[in-house]
């Protein structure tokens, strides 16, 4: 617990560096299989950033990134791929 404070920490002194929370940390399922997701506003640069910082503070940790992409506008490209 005392590492989550220090990381929490050095994120609130430079914010702009760090993935900005958008929904906060939830949990899926529970006891040993659960897994806990947040939804963020990043640049790749904020996503390094924040990646560095936990793999140092909390290095058991495994973070994953995944987009959150509009289906239109997936189907929209796809749509001018194929032309």
Known sequence: MEK???LQEER???PEK???RIFPPHMIG???TGKTFSVVEATEEQILN???LYAHWLP???MEYAPIVEADKV???YQK???
Do not use: V
């Open 4 to 6: 989550r404070k220090q």
């Open 30 to 32: 529970g006891g040993r």
């Open 75 to 77: 189907m929209e490209l």
């Open 60 to 62: 058991f940790m495994k």
């Open 81 to 83: 791929m194929k032309k």
């Open 12 to 14: 609130e002194k430079t």
């Open 18 to 20: 760090y993935p900005k």
């Open 50 to 52: 924040s990646a560095l």
